[in-house]
């Protein structure tokens, strides 16, 4: 049995698979949850279990709060690089934003939009605990659950106000031991790679710029200019580079694997995960040395998870889960590469000479193949250990109903740098005329490779007691939990070690009447250090009720209801975590107290020999003692239910209300003397309010099952206070005031010069430098014949979407099975400039960009203004020209399956499998924004990818 | 064992909850500098001084990376869109003002001084005792003394800075308020607004302390400060010289036209000039040196230096990268982007070198007086080796690719011969004050309080503002082709300031406290477009526009800026 499934690294790691496979006896598949269903048996299977709440589990009917969950076996339905990618549009309310496709690169999570101007960053827990969640594997997870109200989230008190992400693994189940080995092979390639002008496009353009600012041209149009791109000795004469085209590769591998063992008896249950992620990045030309110079990703995860009851009433749980995590990079950082990529014309110089050199000049040293392959490389190896126990134990015998748990975490990661770098040399041809013959010029010059390292690691001390006590008398049922919290983060970077200190207590009691009527009341007391004594803890409170109206008589045996609850909450959560705080570092993170900043000293005397001090010191940021973490009062209220068989549908309606955000502080003059460094105030208040809507329409007909699903998440904030901007009294009160968060600002550009004279007689005068033909001209919306500052209005929307809605269809028609989702966001907008205004950052620019700005000959079709060669303030100006709409639609998965189940396969213990093929971000549309991913706006885009893929049940 | 258990679990509970309530929240600090620290340790309170010294003015990059003369009618600044652009075109305001050393600098600085004169207040800061450990010893007692001393002149120096400070907003903004020590939030609310008079009080107050006691610190024991110097290392720091030159030229500003209707006041006059020669009659300065060499003497003997910004201005080529011609030989140009951020020198400023007998309009630049040459360079002056070609077309060609915009390359402060791109570096100072200028100002006090009259304010020799004047035109014979004046006019002084003290970042205040800047920056900048003729000879346009010049009524002062005025709404603003 020799599959060969991943090109030069088959590696140890499959070959271990496959004898892990083989050895292995025949079992049943385990049950696995999944948020598909095709009937109303699938619904009740996922009702039936109990949730995952904060700090315990509960049945679904007893959830009052707000919460969305998804199943491991969802995630599975994409093949990607980074775990949180997979969670786009599976979760309505949480907004996942892929920021690179770069291996390694994060995502950005966001809940419900913008309730504060600060960090949007939920708190995120793996089986309960903080500790780092990027790099977990798709295949030990279990559920990964949303908390969106107060209700939810209020037992972790002072972190909570940004929603929470509970992340749970996969236990063991009881039965004999189950194993599942999946295998998912994949190529990727770029959503979007940018469409750069090429040689002679450049030449003209930049022709065209010259002209435009009265220059000489650069590059004769007769001689010159058909010259590039015409192959031979121009290659070195006029070169043509698509950097791009050359240096990326189309497509790129990956692969995830992982194997998971599960099973156990009534004393002890096990499950255990290892999973392989493979990823190489796509630069081509990256194996030109012994050593490799390709951007890639190698990470094996292990997790066990234990579960012993040694005797009755006491409990154990261990967890203990490793990752390695190994990077490759060239020695120049691959975001420096692809910005030479972007920057550098596209006849800067030839990428290799004749004589095999490097191509350069004594400013362009930053040849991309040189970057890539004759820098060295640098290479990372992260490890990060988590072990977490969980004892437990039920006082039965002191008092029916009364548990004790003490549960404790270690998380550690360490990252260590392992780098090899050197510098490269380039060369200029002396005599282009006589390429043969020609001398070179050397600029810069090559060094040996050069070993450096670095250590970077973190730590995570927590520590958590329970104690619940729950009792059942005739129709009531109650419970009440107490817990404590605390947790220590210690961060060394380059040996300062500092700590974050963070810990609470909390309650929850909740009663039940019936099964129909739930409430419950949550509070949690929580302290920081960034905080006075005094200032320290506060209490957050929270209450919420349910009524599951389909256990009520009238509806218990309803033929069109077959499940309907409403619940309702209402709280007070802090958003106090001081590592997302503004300009929290090392040296500034303890507002309350006044501290010095260091600087540079300055030296006197004849040849400036005498330094009176090593240092300098002056005052830091004015100490705030009253800083306290911000308040969030947040409303939430739900209802859903299935109905008639086939549609089941969730809405969820909310408000929130921050207060106290922790802003700099304005209100202080600056003849105080503390400008840029006037400390920070509890000052800044926002609004938002939204909703989640989903709806399913399941069904089966014979063989056939089907589910359309569809989901819509709306937010909208509003700013009320910011203590750090001064009203502008414009049209639009361009502090942001009554307006959503983070709304965009600019000039509205009402056309363009038509001459330079137009310009200059202008009766309204543009105060930002000279005007010429072909300039924007702003529209004076004060009417006082002056564009300024006032003039500017609010444009477009805010960075993150109002909008955010999922389509997605899964049909099963015997062993097949297909499954489509999409999703995209809608209303939100981006402020562009840098690189995106051609020429100005002295590189290469956009066709799209270049194509529709002013000339003399494109006047009629104008949307940017005239090229330039050097930055235009007139024109670089915030202003509807470069505001952009980042809506877009994604097809986020499409999968087509097949399982199966035969005999042969059977003698050798296979109980089933299943094929597949994925495609994962294989489409995009863009409504505006088509120069960049309108995700990620990064020039190395996120990566869509086809797969195929084998899972084995035994 | 179960209850073994039950004892162990309720054990951690209580160990959970007493370590949470005791010590889990001793923050960690020791990466924190904090005042205990800073209060009783001598590098710290020298650091809290040391810091000062940053806020003097770095008139190489005043103006984003400009020279202020590029934001008035000395220059014109070639990079396209560089910040002098919104002086030249009229379009700064409040909300926009490219100055650098803004309001908002010049009140932090201001806190940095009343801070430290707060914490090195022995008589107020009851933890402050170090130093008295010094005195336990016989053999700290030196220490104990050099530290007296110390603090002693570093108290001084933070006056002095608070007076230069305090200066420099008045110039800008002329309503400011006095910040005198440090200021709680309210405090700070709840400043007025000074009349001129209070700030010209508040500033010749503290400088006339300082300078009393300049006299007291050269009694000491341990003294480096003597005569009215410090010992060549600590070349640079605050002087009696420059104290009474702050005060000097404070007190002229305040008699200017600006601050009196649009005339000079006579008594405010005879004050500055009673200063100026105060600092004259110390005989330790005088204009002995040749007005090339005093651009880049940095050492103990130039004997123009009354202060410099020594700490800003460390060698350096890149006046050199942004100013040399292309011409020069291949090793001074070999930097693509040469001359990119170019100051090029106006017409208007030329003009203002005299012409002296032998001149002829075929070759302008022929026959100037003698600073023409150690300020500008020209077409057809020989530089780096080589003839600068500024004709329209050639090497060094009016608005070729990172070239001239007015047909004139700077000279002043620009080293000759520094090898580029990394090779040599070169010195140069910038000036905070020099001698020339103190004669000046006498010059002109004089001549606004008395004419050309001679009042004996100058011991020996006395000078009337005709002879202050040639003093500096004449150099002691180190400008030997210039004639002296025989007779004086504010335009003939305002003449000579301009032409003596171009690229120091005075034109640019002189012409707003005169009140001519509606004329002068309000006209065309001008440069000289020559022409290469097929005959060889060349044709001048010294009319060549190079570009417009805005200035609107009241632009003599900045406006104060706008979030500031949204903090004080009972103050008056100077404009929009």
């Given at each position: ?888 639609f994604k097809l986020r998965n499409v999968e087509v399956g097949y399982d199966f189940s035969f005999d042969a396969m059977r003698k050798i213990g296979l109980s089933s499998a299943r094929v597949y093929i994925m495609g994962t971000d294989i489409f995009t549309h863009a409504k505006e924004l088509n120069i960049l991913d309108p995700e990620s706006l990064s020039i190395y885009p996120p990566m869509k990818s086809y797969s195929i893929g084998l899972q084995l049940n035994f | 064992m179960k209850k073994n258990i039950s004892k162990a679990l309720t054990a951690l509970l209580f160990a959970f909850l007493a370590v949470s309530c005791s010590d889990f929240f001793d923050v960690d600090q020791k990466e924190l500098i904090g005042p205990d620290l800073v209060n009783n340790n001598e590098e710290y309170i020298t650091g809290l001084w040391s810091v000062m010294y940053w806020c003097l003015d770095n008139g190489f990059r005043e103006v984003g990376e400009t020279m202020l003369a590029s934001s008035c009618d000395e220059a014109q600044s070639n990079v396209r869109g560089s910040a002098a652009t919104a002086f030249n075109q009229g379009s700064w305001n409040s909300y926009s003002n490219p100055y650098g050393r803004n309001w908002e600098y010049l009140y932090q600085q201001i806190e940095n001084a009343n801070h430290f004169l707060a914490v090195s207040d022995t008589t107020k800061n009851r933890d402050f005792n170090f130093f008295h450990d010094y005195k336990s010893t016989p053999d700290n007692m030196y220490r104990y003394n050099t530290f007296l001393f110390n603090l002693k002149a570093w108290r001084m120096d933070a006056r002095f800075f608070k007076a230069y400070l305090h200066f420099q907003l008045w110039r800008q903004y002329g309503r400011i308020a006095i910040v005198d020590r440090e200021l709680s939030q309210k405090e700070a609310q709840a400043l007025k607004q000074a009349t001129t008079a209070e700030v010209v009080d508040y500033i010749s107050d503290l400088l006339d302390g300082v300078i009393a006691e300049f006299d007291q610190l050269e009694q000491m024991p341990n003294a480096y400060y003597g005569g009215g110097r410090w010992t060549s290392s600590d070349l640079g720091r605050i002087t009696k010289g420059a104290a009474l030159a702050l005060k000097c030229r404070m007190l002229l500003y305040a008699a200017s036209p600006l601050n009196n209707g649009g005339s000079y006041d006579a008594e405010l006059c005879d004050r500055a000039a009673r200063t100026a020669a105060e600092i004259i009659n110390m005989g330790i300065y005088n204009e002995y040196i040749s007005y090339e060499n005093l651009q880049f003497d940095r050492s103990a003997a130039n004997p123009e230096n009354i202060l410099d910004n020594r700490a800003d201005i460390p060698d350096s080529n890149y006046m050199e990268v942004w100013n040399y011609p292309h011409s020069g030989l291949a090793e001074f140009t070999n930097v693509d982007g040469l001359g990119s951020n170019v100051t090029s020198p106006s017409q208007n400023l030329v003009d203002a070198y005299a012409k002296l007998p032998g001149y002829t309009d075929a070759f302008p630049f022929g026959a100037r ?208």
């Amino acid at each position: 049995m020799r599959i060969k499934i991943y090109d030069k690294r088959p590696s140890y790691l499959f070959k271990a698979f496959l004898l892990v496979v083989a050895v292995l006896s025949v079992t049943a598949l385990q049950a696995q949850l999944e948020s598909t269903v095709f009937d109303t048996a699938g619904l009740d299977s996922l009702r039936s279990a109990t949730v995952e709440v904060a700090y315990g589990r509960q049945s679904y009917d007893a959830v009052t709060g707000s919460m969305e969950t998804v199943y491991g076996a969802d995630l599975l339905k994409r093949n990607t690089t980074s775990f949180p990618r997979a969670l786009a549009g599976q979760l309505p309310g949480l907004h996942v934003r892929n920021l690179s496709g770069m291996p390694g690169a994060d995502v950005e999570l966001t809940i419900r939009g913008y309730g504060t101007y600060n960090s949007t960053m939920p708190l995120i827990l793996v089986d309960g605990f903080r500790t780092d969640y990027e790099h977990l594997s798709l295949y030990e997870i279990e559920s990964v659950s949303v908390l969106k109200d107060a209700a939810a989230t209020v037992l972790y008190g002072m972190e909570a106000a940004n929603g929470v992400i509970l992340i749970t693994t996969k236990r063991g189940v009881k039965g004999p031991l189950a194993v599942q080995a999946n295998v998912q092979y994949g190529v990727q390639q770029m959503t979007k790679t940018p469409k750069l002008l090429n040689a002679a496009q450049y030449a003209t353009y930049y022709n065209q710029a010259l002209q435009n600012d009265g220059l000489p041209l650069l590059y004769e149009p007769v001689n010159d200019i058909p010259n590039y791109g015409k192959g031979g000795d121009y290659r070195y004469t006029h070169p043509d580079n698509d950097y791009f085209g050359e240096f990326l590769r189309n497509l790129s591998p990956m692969m995830n694997a992982g194997v998971n063992l599960t099973g156990g008896n009534d004393i002890a249950q096990y499950n255990a995960t290892v999973s392989y992620l493979g990823n190489s990045a796509a630069f081509a030309r990256a194996h030109l040395n012994d050593y490799s110079t390709q951007m890639r990703q190698d990470r094996v995860n292990i997790r066990t998870n234990l579960d012993v009851n040694l005797f009755r009433g006491f409990r154990a749980a261990v967890g203990a889960a490793v990752t390695f995590d190994n990077n490759n990079y060239p020695g120049v950082a691959p975001s420096s590469i692809l910005d030479a990529m972007m920057s550098l014309a596209p006849q800067a110089f030839p990428i290799t000479n004749p004589d095999g050199s490097y191509g350069g000049t004594s400013v362009y040293r930053n040849n991309p193949l040189g970057m890539i392959s004759g820098s060295g490389y640098q290479s990372s190896l992260r490890r990060n250990v988590d072990v977490n126990l969980r004892i437990g134990y039920d006082f039965d015998g002191i008092l029916e109903g009364l548990s004790m748990e003490a549960a404790g975490a270690i998380a550690t990661t360490m990252t260590i740098w392992d780098n090899k770098v050197k510098q490269f040399e380039v060369y200029s041809i002396d005599d282009p005329a006589n390429l043969a013959g020609t001398t070179y010029t050397r600029h810069g010059s090559e060094t040996d490779l050069a070993w450096a390292t670095d250590v970077l690691s973190y730590k995570r001390f927590s520590f958590e007691p329970t104690v619940s006590y729950a009792r059942s008398w005739d129709e009531h049922s109650m419970k009440v939990m107490v817990m404590g919290h605390m947790d220590r983060y210690t961060q060394n970077i380059n040996s300062i070690p500092y700590n974050f200190d963070n810990a609470g207590v909390g309650a929850r009691l909740a009663y039940s009447y019936d099964g129909k009527y739930f409430g419950e009341f949550g509070a949690g007391y929580y302290g920081q250090e960034q905080y006075r004594k005094g200032n320290r803890f506060l209490l957050y409170p929270s209450v919420s009720a349910g009524w599951v109206i389909s256990n009520e008589d009238f509806l218990v045996n309803s033929t069109t209801v077959q499940y309907l609850k409403m619940r309702s909450s209402y709280g007070i959560v802090g958003g106090g975590s001081g590592l997302l705080y503004p300009g929290n570092t090392s040296t500034s993170r303890l507002f309350y107290n006044q501290y010095y900043q260091k600087a540079g000293s300055p030296t006197w005397g004849e040849n400036n020999s005498y330094n009176p001090a090593t240092a300098s010191y002056l005052l830091g940021a004015l100490a705030n003692p009253d800083i306290t973490a911000d308040k969030s009062f947040k409303f939430n209220f739900g209802i859903e239910g299935t109905f008639l068989d086939h549609v089941d549908a969730k809405a969820d309606f909310f408000t929130s209300r921050r207060i106290g955000i922790l802003t700099s502080n304005q209100s202080i003059p600056h003849t105080m003397g503390f400008a840029g460094r006037s400390g920070y105030v509890n000052g800044g208040e926002v609004k938002n309010h939204g909703y989640e809507f989903s709806l399913r329409y399941f069904g089966t007909a014979g063989d056939f099952g089907y589910s359309i699903h569809g989901s819509v998440s709306y937010s909208k904030s509003k700013l009320v206070k910011k203590p750090d901007v001064v009203p502008l009294h414009g049209v639009d009160n361009r502090s942001g005031i009554g307006m959503p968060v983070g709304q965009n600002f600019g000039y509205r550009v009402v056309g363009f010069y038509e001459s330079d004279e137009a310009a200059m007689n202008a009766k309204v005068v543009q105060t930002f430098g000279p005007v010429q033909a072909g300039d924007a001209i702003y529209r004076d919306y004060t009417g006082d014949d002056f564009i300024d500052i006032s003039d500017m209005v609010a444009l477009g929307y805010s960075f993150l979407p109002r909008y955010e809605y999922t389509v997605g269809v899964d049909l099963k028609y015997k062993n097949i099975s297909l499954s489509v989702t999409g999703q995209g966001i809608a209303k939100s907008s981006i402020m562009l400039g840098g690189n995106v205004i051609p020429f100005t950052t002295q590189g290469n620019a956009f066709v799209e960009i270049v194509e529709k700005s002013w000339s003399p000959d494109n006047k009629a079709r104008a949307r940017y203004p005239r090229l330039s060669t050097a930055e235009v303030v007139n024109n670089s100006q915030s202003s509807s020209a470069w505001l952009f709409s980042r809506d877009y639609f994604k097809l986020r998965n499409v999968e087509v399956g097949y399982d199966f189940s035969f005999d042969a396969m059977r003698k050798i213990g296979l109980s089933s499998a299943r094929v597949y093929i994925m495609g994962t971000d294989i489409f995009t549309h863009a409504k505006e924004l088509n120069i960049l991913d309108p995700e990620s706006l990064s020039i190395y885009p996120p990566m869509k990818s086809y797969s195929i893929g084998l899972q084995l049940n035994f | 064992m179960k209850k073994n258990i039950s004892k162990a679990l309720t054990a951690l509970l209580f160990a959970f909850l007493a370590v949470s309530c005791s010590d889990f929240f001793d923050v960690d600090q020791k990466e924190l500098i904090g005042p205990d620290l800073v209060n009783n340790n001598e590098e710290y309170i020298t650091g809290l001084w040391s810091v000062m010294y940053w806020c003097l003015d770095n008139g190489f990059r005043e103006v984003g990376e400009t020279m202020l003369a590029s934001s008035c009618d000395e220059a014109q600044s070639n990079v396209r869109g560089s910040a002098a652009t919104a002086f030249n075109q009229g379009s700064w305001n409040s909300y926009s003002n490219p100055y650098g050393r803004n309001w908002e600098y010049l009140y932090q600085q201001i806190e940095n001084a009343n801070h430290f004169l707060a914490v090195s207040d022995t008589t107020k800061n009851r933890d402050f005792n170090f130093f008295h450990d010094y005195k336990s010893t016989p053999d700290n007692m030196y220490r104990y003394n050099t530290f007296l001393f110390n603090l002693k002149a570093w108290r001084m120096d933070a006056r002095f800075f608070k007076a230069y400070l305090h200066f420099q907003l008045w110039r800008q903004y002329g309503r400011i308020a006095i910040v005198d020590r440090e200021l709680s939030q309210k405090e700070a609310q709840a400043l007025k607004q000074a009349t001129t008079a209070e700030v010209v009080d508040y500033i010749s107050d503290l400088l006339d302390g300082v300078i009393a006691e300049f006299d007291q610190l050269e009694q000491m024991p341990n003294a480096y400060y003597g005569g009215g110097r410090w010992t060549s290392s600590d070349l640079g720091r605050i002087t009696k010289g420059a104290a009474l030159a702050l005060k000097c030229r404070m007190l002229l500003y305040a008699a200017s036209p600006l601050n009196n209707g649009g005339s000079y006041d006579a008594e405010l006059c005879d004050r500055a000039a009673r200063t100026a020669a105060e600092i004259i009659n110390m005989g330790i300065y005088n204009e002995y040196i040749s007005y090339e060499n005093l651009q880049f003497d940095r050492s103990a003997a130039n004997p123009e230096n009354i202060l410099d910004n020594r700490a800003d201005i460390p060698d350096s080529n890149y006046m050199e990268v942004w100013n040399y011609p292309h011409s020069g030989l291949a090793e001074f140009t070999n930097v693509d982007g040469l001359g990119s951020n170019v100051t090029s020198p106006s017409q208007n400023l030329v003009d203002a070198y005299a012409k002296l007998p032998g001149y002829t309009d075929a070759f302008p630049f022929g026959a100037r007086d003698d600073r023409f040459y150690s300020t500008i360079i020209y077409d057809g002056r020989t530089f780096n080796g080589a003839t600068v070609e500024s004709y329209a077309g050639g090497a060094d060609g009016i608005n070729e690719r990172y070239s001239t915009a007015t047909g004139y390359y700077l000279k002043k402060f620009v080293a000759e011969g520094v090898t580029l791109p990394v090779g040599t570096l070169a010195s140069r100072l910038w000036y905070i004050f020099r001698y020339s200028e103190v004669l000046l100002n006498y010059s002109e006090a004089m001549y606004n309080a008395h004419g050309n009259a001679y009042k004996g304010y100058i011991n020996g020799t006395d000078l009337n503002a005709l002879d202050a004047l040639n003093k500096v035109r004449l150099r002691g014979g180190l400008n030997p082709n210039n004639v002296a004046a025989t007779s004086i006019d504010n335009d003939v002084i305002r003449n000579e300031r301009q032409v003596e003290l171009a690229f120091e970042g005075h034109r640019f205040w002189d012409v707003r406290r005169w009140m001519i800047a509606a004329q002068t920056e309000n006209q065309p900048l001008r440069g000289m477009y020559i022409t290469l003729n097929s005959d060889g000879t060349k044709s001048y346009d010294p009319h060549y526009v190079v570009g417009s010049r805005t200035f609107r009524a009241g632009m003599e002062h900045f406006p104060i800026p706008y979030d500031e005025m949204h903090r004080y709404p009972q103050w008056t603003q100077n404009w929009w």
